[in-house]
């Protein structure tokens, strides 16, 4: 079969302006730093202790990472990162809200008031509707792909943030595809599916006879990376006994197989993913912020599904051609009623969600409405013109995913619980929970 063509720009790859957004200022108006203000061309604010945020407070009733601001609209959307004192604002605490111009806002014993100007600027966007495999026309992403272009010409460790589903492993083999390491090896390791006893070695290596049953000498991921990749998905899962030596790995690239007595040096570039706010974790204690800091040289910020609906109808089409729907069906499913349906649905599960609903419309030969509940055919019902390979996977994912809705409804969501009533791993529930879209 004959590939099918690229949905990209083809003129040269530059950066335009994309989105216009209102400039905002934060003033320091009490505290220890009283006069210090921000103010840069930038849709972010981080504020907090730490040396690395934007706006810099130094008062020890500041969290480390305390809090976000980000432009929206006339508006500007607060966030609280976990802060240990947490945010106020008239004497209400808040966690997530949008606040107007001219709010002041107590963190600790400082206060910052919120200026939101008349101003516009615009931010940079490129001019490709694709990078790699992660495709989108919309301002959100070509501003993303923007961030992409300068990040795969550098070498620098990247931590790619957003939520289930939003295509962090795509954008990370991206980055590697148009680096200059893209001859060498692209090595993920799901941080979250691997269990803790074996996590270790998947990463560093063992050698023979270092534990029971370490028969072999094995090469750990680092190693094998070594002049190309290696992807760290779901980072924020790893425990607290492994934290301190990924960091030790990351900061000499050499790395210590369990059992062995010497460094095995790793030329190695280092992308790592997750679902969480690290800086939450750090002011929960739970990720070391030294870690935090050399995992987070460079960000990347992807935006959920709903932020972009205007990409679906680009996203459905691609999606359909690499599931390999026949023609009739592709018609179907990107006819503009349909479309409009997808558009409307609010997709928790992302980009992961609306394939795997796709790919159930083809398997069924029926454009399904996305909210539909998802339930197995019975037994009678199964379609012997269908390959048995087909038809075997088809049930499977259909109670899999029906059994885990079932599972986390009895038990609210709480997935540590449901894994155990299961008696299921829980690594194993979350692979499950991904495979299907689902969230916890």
């Not at 992807?302 to 609906?309: A, D, F």
Request: proline share 5%.
């Amino acid at each position: 079969m004959a590939e099918r063509p690229r949905l990209v720009s083809t003129r040269p790859l530059s950066s335009h302006h994309g989105r216009a957004i209102r400039r905002f200022r934060v003033d320091v108006i009490g505290g220890p730093r009283a006069g210090a203000s921000w103010m840069q061309p930038a849709e972010r604010c981080a504020i907090g202790s730490h040396a690395s945020n934007d706006l810099v407070i130094e008062d020890t009733t500041v969290s480390r990472f305390h809090c976000e601001l980000a432009i929206s609209g006339n508006a500007v959307r607060m966030r609280d990162l976990d802060s240990r004192n947490g945010t106020y604002a008239g004497g209400i605490r808040i966690t997530d809200a949008l606040v107007p111009g001219g709010t002041v806002l107590a963190l600790g014993n400082s206060t910052i008031r919120i200026s939101v100007d008349d101003s516009l600027m615009e931010l940079d966007a490129s001019e490709r509707s694709a990078f790699g495999d992660v495709v989108g026309e919309s301002p959100l992403m070509r501003e993303v792909f923007s961030v992409l272009e300068r990040i795969a010409a550098s070498d620098t460790t990247v931590l790619i943030e957003g939520e289930t589903g939003t295509g962090k492993e795509g954008v990370a083999e991206a980055i590697h595809e148009h680096s200059a390491r893209a001859t060498g090896p692209f090595v993920v390791v799901d941080c979250s599916a691997i269990p803790e006893n074996l996590l270790e070695s998947e990463l560093f290596g063992h050698e023979a006879g270092a534990f029971t049953g370490a028969t072999d000498r094995r090469v750990g991921a680092f190693e094998q990376a070594s002049g190309g990749t290696l992807f760290l998905d779901e980072i924020g899962e790893l425990t607290a006994d492994l934290q301190p030596k990924l960091l030790r790995a990351l900061e000499s690239r050499a790395i210590r197989p369990i059992g062995g007595r010497g460094l095995v040096q790793c030329d190695v570039r280092i992308l790592a993913a997750t679902n969480r706010d690290l800086r939450a974790e750090v002011n929960r204690g739970t990720f070391r912020a030294d870690l935090y800091f050399r995992l987070a040289v460079v960000k990347v910020d992807l935006p959920p599904l709903r932020e972009r609906t205007t990409d679906i109808p680009i996203l459905v089409d691609e999606l359909l051609h690499r599931i390999g729907a026949a023609p009739d069906m592709i018609a179907a499913l990107t006819a503009p009623d349909f479309l409009e349906a997808l558009i409307a649905a609010p997709w928790p599960g992302n980009v992961r969600e609306l394939r795997n609903h796709l790919e159930q419309c083809v398997v069924f030969g029926e454009r399904r409405l996305p909210n539909a509940p998802v339930r197995p055919r019975p037994a009678t019902n199964v379609d012997p013109a269908l390959p048995y390979d087909v038809a075997r996977r088809q049930s499977i994912d259909a109670f899999e995913r029906a059994y885990v809705i079932g599972l986390l409804e009895r038990y609210e969501g709480n997935v540590a619980a449901s894994a155990r009533a299961a008696g299921l791993n829980r690594a194993y529930l979350h692979r499950l929970l991904r495979r299907h879209g689902i969230r916890g």
